[in-house]
């Protein structure tokens, strides 16, 4: 499943929205979703509040991570956890490695993580003959699929039912045609039950590491994490150095935002705190670097440190919602992805920070304030000024100077037109935005576009 | 340099200048209503919820709405004549039949619906997640408003593994169609004692 960049988002993109039908819905699906998180913020009058408390925690811990690390490190110690650190995704990997070969075990259970699948662990054990199996529903049809995750909570979000019952079909067996998602859940159930059942080696990722205790908290909905973690006997918690909160009482901060943020649930269902392990288990836990320390070394992007990777920023995001998760061609996608990429590697990723319209929407539902769609118009910058600028993003910017400078090239552009219906009220309405000093945006599209450009050139 | 020292040191020196954490006290939610807004909220997020004055009700309420014949067990000493007692000492995987767990919470949250259990409680880490149905009891007048109160009474909180749980296990990964059951309980009941 390794992510190798032969086409940029742009070309992506254009491939995701040939298939209209599927835009629509995603899109559609994914706004749904950003409503539902609106609506679950309005019911706590202290939502701006929280926010700005969630930010200012963030804000400790990235000014003194260096000492929570050394708590947390000295706490995990105390309750019996075994600490790890990895400076590479390389080095996180050996060390699960050795971990379960030192108990013989080949065959490895896995709750959601991102860190994960950003370190390529799955194929990494596998090429050393250790089975993973992905154990959130999402995350499994994905790997079925031999597909990386396309949403950081919603892991198959571009995928039509019929398309998944396909696949069970010919993973598991089902009846052909069978689509219906409560069937198909109920299949990947037993199937998956019989996996937890077996698996000796468990690995979670980690939500929350609180410095005070020394304890990690998993959130997850479907209870997989738990299913694998309380029967195996060797658990791994794989983490990045941000994730640490200064102490137990933040959880209360932290986990009213997430969920609502996430999916609009009032809490994830299950928000598991793991300290000590069990009778007879061993409990690791791995710290790992990956780039997360030159991050915080780069002023103006250090705050994307303080992501609690609720998938807030995609669900909104006009751009991320038509062109699919995997068009970012990096495990963290949409726009947190895109700010997130470049500090692993600049060249590689420089087409991400255009994949923006800087609306700022991303920025004005994040839980813990990060200035996402600031960032990517620094990273813009940064790009440029290491000459990796993509051509074709100049050129971008000169056809959309194109298409409206000319109201029968809009009206005639079909699908663009009606794209930019959907996306330019927030387009505008940005001081970052070149068009935003001389063009306003009416507030919904009582006219069309064309009708209103056309009106609004005249008298200008 | 070992990597820990590595890291620590580029840590070090790439963190920025010291910056306070807030005070968090000023968050309180209000101590009105609990059992109604309690009950309200679990509904909504897909549980089942009961109103009862004693164990006895619970007991019955248990076999009206269960597969009495099949593998019901419990922590609740005042249930354990008629339900098989949780063993910490069993294998957990030894659980992997049972239908219905019955478990006591140590206190539930109002504004999320989510109950709090620690491992005491669960009798064993695995059972409020292998069951097939959960149902836990909660005492009316623990319910507290918000998390803020939650970890407030948590404390500290001398336990190996501790979890919220607020309703059954839930996917929407397919076409984000709502599905109760995923890998835990199908269903979870909450029995709120007067
Ligand atoms: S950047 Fe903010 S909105 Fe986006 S995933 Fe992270 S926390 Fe959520």
Known sequence: MSQTKTKDHAAMARAFIKDEERVDWHDGALWYIREKRDLAAKQIPEWEQLRETASMIKNNVISNLHDYLLQFEANLTKNGVVVHWADSAEEHNEIVYSIL?????????????????????????????????????????????????????LPCIHKRKEEIGELFHEHLGTEKGLSDPTLLTRVARKHLRNIFLTRRGALTGVNFAVAETGEYVVCTNEGNADMGAHLSEVQIASMGLEKIIPQKKHLGIFLRLLARSATGQPITIYSSHYKKPRKGQEMHLILVDAGRTRQLGRPDFRDSLKCIKCGGCMNTCPVYRKSGGLSYQNTISGPIGAILAPNLDMKKHADLPYASTLCGSCSNVCPVKINIHEQLYKWRQE?????????????????????????????????????????????????????????????????????????????? | MT?????????????????????????????????????????????????VDDVAGIQSLITQNYDAT??????????????ELISNEADPHSYENIEVAIIKAHFSVAENGAVWLTEEVMGQRIIPYICQHLAVIVQADTIVPTLHEAYEKIGAGEYGFGAFIGGPSKTADIEQALVLGAHGPLTMTVFIMK
């Open chain 1, 101 to 153: 070969k030192a108990k013989e075990i080949n065959q490895m259970v896995k709750s959601k993580s991102m860190l994960t699948e950003e370190c390529h662990l799955n194929e990494y054990l596998e090429e050393r003959g250790i089975e993973v199996i992905n154990s959130d529903l999402g995350e499994y049809i994905q790997q079925i699929d031999q597909e990386p995750p396309s949403h950081i909570v």
């Open chain 2, 70 to 83: 099949r593998r019901i067990v419990t922590t609740v000493a005042e249930l354990s004549d008629k339900f």
């Open chain 2, 3 to 51: 990597t820990r020292e590595k890291i620590l040191q580029a840590t070090l020196n790439n963190q920025p200048a010291a910056s306070a954490l807030p005070d968090i006290s000023v968050f309180k939610g209000e101590d009105k209503d609990l059992v109604q807004k309690y009950m309200t909220v679990f509904k909504t997020i897909g549980g089942n919820c009961f109103l």
């Open chain 1, 383 to 460: 790009i440029v000024k290491e000459g990796y600028a993509p051509t074709t993003k100049t050129l971008g910017m000169k056809t959309m100077a194109w298409t409206l400078s000319s109201p029968e090239k809009l009206s005639t552009a079909g699908k663009a037109g009606r794209w930019f219906l959907h996306n330019v009220p927030f387009v505008v309405n940005n001081k970052l935005n070149p068009w935003y000093r001389q063009r306003d945006m009416p507030e919904g599209p009582k006219e069309s576009f064309a009708e209103w450009f056309t009106k609004n050139s005249v008298k200008k």
